[in-house]
């Protein structure tokens, strides 16, 4: 229990926003940087209602029984209007949420690109360096999400529904380009159509490889259902194969990197805004370019030039 207070409270820290929380929080990152690195980092993208939470408690259960430490950084869409975020993960995931050997971490994207909450990718880092050898990173699928999750993962899993509606739903190209590992959920619910949307998939991501995705991993698709736990233990051998493989060619070492290089770009692009942002000659320009702009009478390109002149003057 404490190690998993400990773990919140790091977190909460990462996640303020004053600038002497943020000095804090930076030296804290150094500290825990060389203890992080050593989990499996996966990623968990699907549209509302195809059963994220259930597919994850009962991943998470099933790791523990194994001798696993699973924490779950489960980042819920905040609203544009309130600005509020449901965050109730913890209430989908009762049994997982209550054992010491999981940790669930419910966060609001924030209006953050894509969904996924601003200082995930800090949150893994404090996870793993807290001894929770496989992180979950779980996110709505909607809109780019599941760029984002892909992009601070080891694997990506993108899930779907047996019955969709519209087939071609299931076969986008943007986002089957990105699923390492496609699952289609609830196929105890309708079998037939689980197996018919299983195939649609595989033809989809055979297509892909044909055309440019050639890799040492072909992206394998399964049928499973979390709510009785048919097919939990062949999806774990998945993922190990699938990390064995990546190990073996140095791909997973170059993924990190690569990932670790965006996401210094990612803050400092924010940082960037945020300065931006508090210039006094912008901020006192802004209102006015701001409602020339909305009436039409200056264009929004012009107006973003006046203001990154005053910013510079």
């Known amino acids: 229990m404490q190690r998993r207070r400990a773990v919140a409270k790091a977190i909460t820290l990462l996640e303020s926003t004053r600038p002497d929380h943020r000095a804090r929080a930076d030296e804290l990152l150094a500290q825990l940087l060389p203890h992080s690195g050593r989990s499996v980092r996966l990623g968990i993208s699907g549209v509302p209602g195809v059963g994220k939470s259930t597919f994850i408690e009962a991943l998470g259960l099933f790791l523990i029984e194994r001798g696993h430490r699973v924490a779950v950084l489960a980042v819920d869409p905040s609203s544009k209007v309130s600005g509020g975020s449901i965050l109730g993960d913890k209430t989908r995931m009762e049994r997982l949420s209550v054992d010491e050997r999981a940790f669930i971490r419910p966060s609001p994207s924030s209006g953050t690109l894509g969904g996924v909450a601003e200082k995930t990718r800090e949150a893994m880092l404090v ?78 991501l055979r297509l ?31 993922v190990e194969e699938f990390l064995a ?47 020339e702009v909305a009436a039409g009478r200056v264009a929004a390109s012009t107006a ?7 910013r510079r003057t």
């Open 127 to 204: 996870c793993e360096a807290a001894g929770f050898d496989v992180v979950i990173v779980e996110t709505v699928g909607v809109g780019q999400s599941e760029t984002a999750v892909a992009g601070m993962t080891d694997m990506f899993v993108l899930m779907q529904l047996p019955n969709a509606g519209d087939d071609l739903q299931a076969i986008k190209k943007g986002v089957m380009e990105l699923a390492d590992l496609v699952v289609i959920n609830k196929a105890d619910i309708d079998p037939d159509a689980a197996t018919r949307a299983q195939a649609q998939v595989t033809s989809a």
């Open 245 to 291: 493989v990546q190990r073996g060619g140095g791909a997973l070492e170059a993924r990190r990197k690569q990932q670790a290089l965006e996401w210094m770009w990612e803050r400092i692009d924010a940082g960037l805004r945020s300065e931006f942002r508090e210039n006094p000659a912008v901020r006192e320009l802004l209102p006015q370019l701001r409602n």
């Open 304 to 310: 973003a030039r006046k203001l990154l002149d005053a």
């Open 208 to 238: 892909l490889t044909q055309h440019g995705r050639a890799m040492a991993w072909a992206p394998h698709v399964m049928s499973m259902s979390a709510l009785t736990g048919e097919g939990l233990e062949r999806f774990w051998q998945t």
